[in-house]
């Protein structure tokens, strides 16, 4: 296939779904939802925190979609994450956000041309920034953030971003990336070897986190597949490496229903492929910790999270 034929549009002037008008802020009134179970999750996360364990918050990308980033972005300034994961869509909505203030086009009606993610200045810059990224032996996330401060005129809205305030804030914004599913991929400027090249160094990054779980906390929102199966081999990683990770907590949060996530169910059960379920909830705590399952929609998860943290960890850091 001859990429350098692919037809680019302008992304500027082009209807989103989602904006900045619709991201929500800390502050405003949220659910009473806060069942026994995440009341401990959250106590435990004070503990992780007071004693200077990590906690990582792993996310698919419609946590961005839902308009939260500046909730993520509160998280981390007031000291309950120490480092953020998602993968190559987080990262694109995010960048998106931040240069055009929306994003998240109408995919339906795009794919019928074969125009949809065929938008020249998001799929360019950030195959440029990869590249720089690469050629500067860093990280996917860093260099998205360094991009941004290159060319400040481009990003009017870093002040919502979740990766570039990562950056400035000194914690991990890393990025799992799988080849060919991400609309950066379908650029004639795509640059796999820079994609993967800063692609593994933040896995690296997100290993090095992962190794010092012990006593932290390990949180996933809405990422299926790319998160839970990043976070077993991490996981992996560390222990033959010798970390002490036993002592660890985890919980998934998402919109399917597992009923009871200890039971043992096989192969003619459909839970029994959904990812999260082993390798978030039950096979990291084999050992020790505790692992839990919430459904609930992401608009209720992390504006709970935070409110009921700021109450029980005002003064903790």
Known sequence: MDFSRIRMNSAR??????????LMTPGEAVSDWNPPE??????????ARANGRPVILSMGAHVIKNGLSRY???????????????????????????????TSEDVPTALEDGSFGM???????MNEALKEGADAGIGYGEALARYMDKYPERFPYTADCVLYQAYKLGISATYHI??????I???????????GQTGGVDFHTFCESVSKLDGGVFL???????GPEVFLKALSVARNLGYPTYDITTANFDLVALGDTRANIGGDNPLYYYRPRKNIVNRPTSRGGAGWHFTVDHKVSVPCLYARLTEVCVGYF
């Open 13 to 22: 002037g082009r209807v989103n779904l989602v904006t900045r008008e619709n």
């Open 38 to 47: 995440f009341a401990e999750l959250t106590a435990r996360i004070q503990k």
């Open 72 to 102: 993520l972005i509160a998280l981390m300034k007031d000291g309950f994450v120490t480092h953020i994961a998602s993968n190559g869509a987080g990262s694109i909505h995010d960048f998106e956000l931040c240069w055009l203030g929306g």
């Open 119 to 125: 938008w020249e200045e998001t799929c360019s810059w």
């Open 178 to 183: 799988a080849l060919g599913t991400d609309i």
């Open 185 to 195: 991929h379908q650029s004639p400027n795509a640059d796999f070897g820079a994609i």
């Open 220 to 226: 996933n929102f809405g990422s299926s597949v790319i």
